[in-house]
């Protein structure tokens, strides 16, 4: 049974009584990040402003590039999360500098080169191993490379201290609103489950209901994984109120989640009743805090409606509402975050190790050869386009030319007029901001901003050199060289990986279809989330296959048929099991 279209004119949208976040699962609106800009311009410029007053200008420019590498892995995650990796980028990038400097004083060309293949091979080993081991081995390799490439007067302990102190800068600015918003995620990414769970209801029995019901998976796939660390019995202890009203939150959303599903299954219109039980919900569970009494929701206006409870979906739903002011029963507090559905093997662990140390030897030679000394610009950029885990290789060298050639424009134009010191801090701020804005939304835009800062630090620690037309040569020769590694000696690492995690989701739908009807509630539910989670991330592998190249005369499997098919059984064990349940 699919959803049958919707013939009648839809309702006019109506005006909610909640302020449901904009981003919590990363499907709705988009909106510019502008703490995230302004940490950026801060993060960057204050280091160069503290060096100008007290003249320590070469450790506030290396603590403004652990500023930049920091910006760059600034999110919007919860705040524990934030600090790991920001912490993990600054000992890692710091200790990069440090082996990297160290070769470069010892004054010998192989101990230079023998030091970016072994970081190198540190970085592709880890690389494959989860965000912030990838993440680590990067900035790892990263610091090696500048180390490695820029001389830097002073002691030697000096540039690797004023580079882990740039990122700690980031660190703070990043994790401070924790002292007065400690569960601003956590509570955004709840609510936008509520909010994605009303859009589903209202688009049922209407062409736009499937698409809908996933785009509530995906609300709830964040939720869930903002969520883990609250989850776990061992922090059950230890929680407060605030973490307990969203824990509550989260596992009545799972079970609003489930209905919902069984009730989209059913696919027939449903009256704004229906539809508005999400909201109410809402605001029942987490009411808006801080509200003037003049403008609080009243207790009448929390007041979940009655529901005529006319099928097994709306009965589950009528169940989801009794239940709302009800602690949650500790079984539930046991629900795990699905496990990593595909992790590489060694062999292609090893093969990334092996491509990425061999690029970035290969970089450093033809380095050496075009340019001599300071020629870690193209060893530097093999390091920030051969990540496969972060999205499609070729997809990621074309956006990092593309930013490279506007950032250089930019840079160029802007330093023309910009003579002053502080005019040239400006810029450094702005285009801090304009990179921490594209970290989010668009790698080429994070290029240019990162691009055009680089230029003025290089500036300010004395090379004073012509080199617009040489760092796009020299990106467009580094990301030519992973392209062609790449493609040569591993053209199939994104199509295994997709067919690997479409078969491992499959598998998770069909041990739901078997394992849900004699299943408990909870095992139910870890059952569909885990089946609902695969599938997700078997649509983003699948995503990122399409995203690089074919060779000729091959084409690629329809695994978006096997993933569609799959949520559709999922749907309708969904439905079979609130049915059985309701009955």
């Known amino acids: 049974m699919t959803p049958a279209a919707d013939t009648r004119p839809e309702r006019p949208p109506r005006t909610p009584r909640i302020r449901w976040p904009r981003s919590g699962a990363g499907f709705t609106p988009v909106r510019l990040p502008l703490a995230a800009a302004a940490r950026g311009a801060v993060a960057l410029a204050l280091p160069l402003l503290v060096g100008l007053r007290t003249g320590w200008v070469v450790p506030s420019v290396i603590a403004a590039i652990g500023a930049l590498w920091g910006v760059s892995q600034d999110g919007s995650d919860p705040y524990r999360v934030r600090v790991r990796r920001l912490g993990w980028t600054g000992v890692a990038s710091a200790l990069g500098l440090l082996a990297g400097e160290l070769a470069l004083r010892s004054g010998e060309s192989a101990a230079v080169a023998c030091c970016l293949v072994a970081a190198a091979l540190v970085a592709g080993t880890v690389g494959l191993r989860g965000r912030i081991a990838s993440v680590s081995g990067m900035h790892l390799l990263l610091g090696v490379t500048v180390g490695s490439g820029i001389p830097v007067p002073g002691p030697w302990w000096q540039p690797p201290l004023a580079l882990l102190a740039g990122v700690v800068l980031v660190l703070v600015l990043s994790a401070a609103p924790w002292l007065w918003r400690r569960h601003h995620v956590e509570r955004a990414a709840v609510?936008?489950?509520?909010?994605?769970?009303?859009?589903?209801?209202?688009?049922?029995?209407?062409?736009?209901?499937?698409?809908?019901?996933?785009?509530?998976?995906?609300?709830?796939?964040?939720?869930?994984e903002v969520m883990a660390a609250h989850l776990a019995p061992r922090a059950r202890h230890r929680q407060q109120a605030e973490v307990r009203e969203l824990v509550r939150a989260f596992h009545c959303a799972v079970r609003l989640g489930e209905a919902v599903t069984a009730v989209v299954w059913e696919a027939r219109p449903l009256p704004p009743a229906v539809t508005d039980v999400p909201l109410h919900l809402a605001e029942r569970l987490l009411p808006e805090r801080g509200s003037a009494p003049a403008t609080a929701v009243t207790a009448a206006e929390q007041a979940v409606p009655a529901l005529d409870a006319g099928s097994p979906g709306e009965r589950a739903l009528a169940e989801v509402c009794a239940t709302v002011d009800g602690e949650p029963d500790a079984a539930d507090l046991t629900l795990h975050l699905p496990a990593h559905s595909w992790w590489p093997g060694r062999a292609a662990r090893l093969r990334y190790a092996t491509l990425l140390a061999g690029c970035v030897l290969t970089a450093h030679l033809l380095a050496e050869a075009l340019h001599g000394a300071r020629g870690y610009w193209l060893p530097m950029t093999v390091a920030f386009v051969y990540k496969p885990d972060f999205g499609p290789v070729f997809t990621r060298a074309v956006h990092r030319c593309a930013g490279t050639v506007v950032g250089v424009v930019a840079i160029g134009a802007v330093s023309l007029p910009a003579t002053g010191t502080y005019t040239v801090i400006g810029v450094v701020?702005?285009?801090?901001?304009?990179?921490?804005?594209?970290?989010?939304?668009?790698?080429?835009?994070?290029?240019?901003?990162?691009?055009?800062?680089?230029?003025?630090?290089?500036?300010?620690?004395?090379?004073?050199?012509?080199?617009?037309?040489?760092?796009?040569?020299?990106?467009?020769?580094?990301?030519?060289?992973?392209?062609?590694?790449?493609?040569?000696?591993?053209?199939?690492?994104?199509t295994n990986r997709a067919e690997a995690q479409t078969e491992v989701a499959v598998a998770a739908a069909r041990r739901y279809r078997e394992v849900a009807p004699e299943a408990g509630l909870v095992q139910r539910q870890s059952l569909r989330r885990a089946a609902y989670h695969q599938l997700a991330e078997a649509r983003r592998a699948v995503a990122h296959a399409r995203g690089e190249p074919v060779r000729p005369g091959r084409s690629l499997p329809d695994w978006e048929d096997a993933i569609t098919a799959a949520e559709r059984l999922c749907d309708r064990v969904t439905a079979q099991a609130v049915a059985g349940a309701a009955g």
């Open 429 to 494: 701020a702005v285009f801090g901001a304009l990179m921490a804005v594209g970290v989010r939304h668009h790698y080429a835009l994070a290029t240019l901003g990162l691009t055009a800062v680089v230029f003025v630090l290089v500036d300010l620690l004395g090379d004073h050199r012509a080199l617009y037309g040489t760092r796009i040569l020299d990106t467009v020769l580094a990301s030519a060289l992973v392209l062609v590694a790449h493609f040569a000696v591993w053209p199939d690492s994104a």
């Open 191 to 224: 609510l936008a489950v509520y909010r994605s769970a009303g859009e589903a209801l209202a688009a049922a029995g209407t062409p736009r209901a499937e698409e809908a019901r996933r785009r509530m998976t995906l609300a709830l796939n964040h939720a869930h």
